[in-house]
C-alpha cells in the first residue's frame, strides 16, 4: 500500500464515493471500531478496482501521521479527510461532525476536479454524512447502516441509543435511493419499525474470502498451534458483550455427560474496553462456577492472519448468539468446512439456508437461550462422527455462494442500475 494522488490512468467504468467515516477499512482488525465493517469495506472495494470501477473510501482523519491518500490498489483509495480535531473521536460523539466531514468531502473532490456517479454509504453517521453530499452532486445514494439503534433496543443489544441517532436513522433511511441489508430477517424488521418499501431494499450480504478461509486437515492445523491433539476443540467467539450468548454456551458445556479432559473451548474476541472486559470477567467467573474454568482458554483478540487456522483446527464451531443480523463468524466456519451449531435468530438461518433447502442445512440450529438443546447438539457431534462429516461436506458448498466476487458482482449490478 502507497500514498498517490492518482487513482489509474485509464478511465474507470464507474467511480464511487464510499462513505465511512467513523473507520478506515485499512484500520488493524480487533480495535472496539474495528470488525465486520471494515472488512466488508475493504473487500468489496478491492473487489469493485477490479472490475474496473473507481473507489476512494472517505474516513474522517483521526492520525496526523497518516498520508491524505493511500493508494490501495489501482483503482482503490483511501482518502482522510479532516473533519474536526485530528485525534480518535469515539463514534459516540461523532455526530456534531457530519456536517463538516460531508463539506470536506464536497471541497476535497471540487479541488481534485472529480465527478462522482454514486455515493455508497456505511453506518448512520457516513449515510447523514453522504444524504448532503449526494443531494449537492446530484447521484444516486445507497447506504447499508449494519445495525439500527432501534434493532439493537429491540433485542437487548443496547439498552440506550442516543436520541440523535435514532431521529437520524429513521429520517435517512427514507431518502435512501437503496438500504443494502445483509438478510431478509433485516428486511422485515426495516419494514415494521420504518416502513421502509420492499422495492428500495437490496440484499447483499457480507462475504468471505474463500482463499483464506478454507478446508484444512485439522489435525494439522491443530498441530501448528500447539493445540491438545488429544481433546476435541471447540471453537466459539466475537465481540465480548451479552447478546453472544456465550453464557448460554458455558452452561451448555457444564451438562455434557463424560470425562472433561474430553474437550477444550477456546474463546476469541473481545478487546480492552471497560464494557469488553467487564463481560470477559462475567464469563470467567461463570466457568468457575460450573467448574469447567480449565476446560476454557480465553484468547483475546487473534490477528486476522492466523484466524483461518483456528478454524481449520477446530472441530466445532458454535455461535449461540441471542441475536445477529447476519453472523461472519458462522460464514468464515462454513468456508473453512468445519461443523457448526448456530442459534436459530436473526440472519443465521438464512445464511444456512433454512427456508430454501431445510434437509441439507450445513449447520444444526437452535433456539437461543434454550441451554438444553444446546447441550444436546454440541454432545451430537461431538458423539457422532458422521453428523461431523456430514456437515463439513455441506459446509464449504453454501459458503460459495458467498464470494466477496459474488457479492462485488452484485454491487456494481446495483450502482449501474441506479445511474
Known amino acids: ?81 479532516v473533519a474536526g480535531p485530528v485525534e480518535r473521536v469515539e463514534k459516540e460523539d461523532m455526530s456534531p461532525l457530519i456536517g ?37 452532486w446530484d447521484v444516486p445514494h445507497v447506504g447499508m447502516f449494519h445495525t439500527f439503534g432501534e434493532i439493537k433496543i429491540l433485542h437487548g443489544i443496547s439498552a440506550h441509543e442516543s436520541i440523535d441517532r435514532l431521529k437520524t436513522e429513521s429520517e435517512v433511511v427514507s431518502v435512501l435511493d437503496r438500504v443494502i441489508i445483509a438478510s431478509r430477517h433485516e428486511g422485515m424488521l426495516l419494514k415494521e419499525l420504518y416502513g421502509v418499501d420492499e422495492s428500495r431494499l437490496e440484499i447483499i450480504p457480507p462475504g468471505v474470502d474463500l482463499k483464506r478461509f478454507l478446508p484444512r486437515n485439522h489435525l494439522e492445523a491443530k498441530s501448528e498451534l500447539n493445540l491438545p491433539m488429544d481433546r ?46 467487564e463481560e470477559r470477567e462475567r464469563l470467567f467467573n461463570l466457568s468457575k462456577s460450573l467448574g469447567i474454568q480449565e476446560n476454557v482458554t480465553f ?61 441439507q442445512l450445513p449447520g444444526i440450529l437452535i433456539p437461543p437461550s434454550d441451554v438444553i438443546r444446546l447441550s444436546e447438539a454440541i454432545s451430537s457431534v461431538m458423539n457422532g462422527p458422521h453428523i461431523a462429516e456430514k456437515l463439513s461436506l455441506l459446509a464449504r458448498r453454501r459458503a460459495k455462494e458467498y464470494s466477496w466476487d459474488l457479492i462485488a458482482a452484485d454491487l456494481s449490478k446495483l450502482y449501474r442500475s441506479l445511474r
Open 1 to 81: 500500500m502507497t500514498s498517490g494522488t492518482s487513482i489509474n490512468e485509464s478511465p474507470p467504468q464507474l467511480r464511487v464515493a464510499l462513505m465511512s467515516m467513523h473507520t478506515s477499512p485499512t484500520a488493524e482488525l480487533g480495535g472496539r471500531e474495528t470488525g465486520g465493517m471494515n472488512v466488508y469495506v475493504l473487500e468489496t472495494a478491492k473487489r469493485l478496482a477490479g472490475l474496473g470501477i473507481a473507489v476512494d473510501v472517505f474516513v474522517r482523519r483521526d492520525n496526523p501521521s497518516v498520508p491524505d491518500i493511500e493508494q490501495v490498489d489501482s483503482f482503490f483509495r483511501v482518502i482522510h479527510i
Open 100 to 136: 463538516v466531514f460531508a463539506e470536506s468531502v464536497r471541497h476535497w473532490a471540487a479541488e481534485q476536479n472529480l465527478v462522482f456517479d454514486v455515493v455508497h454509504s456505511h453506518y448512520w453517521l457516513s449515510i447523514a454524512a453522504g444524504v448532503i453530499v449526494s443531494k449537492h
Open 232 to 277: 476435541l476443540i471447540l471453537l466459539a467467539g466475537g465481540r465480548f458483550e451479552r447478546l453472544k450468548g456465550l453464557d448460554i454456551l458455558l452452561e451448555a458445556l457444564a451438562k455434557i455427560d463424560g470425562p472433561r479432559e474430553r474437550w477444550q473451548l477456546y474463546l476469541f474476541g473481545g478487546n480492552s474496553h471497560p464494557d469488553s472486559l
Open 299 to 359: 484468547m483475546g483478540s487473534i490477528s486476522h492472519k492466523i484466524l483461518p487456522s483456528y478454524y481449520q483446527a477446530s472441530d466445532l464451531v458454535i455461535v449461540p448468539s441471542l441475536y445477529e443480523s447476519f453472523g461472519m463468524v458462522a460464514l468464515e466456519a462454513l468456508a473453512s468446512a468445519r461443523p457448526l451449531i448456530a442459534s436459530d435468530v436473526g440472519g443465521l438461518p438464512g445464511m444456512l439456508g433454512k427456508s430454501t433447502n431445510p434437509d
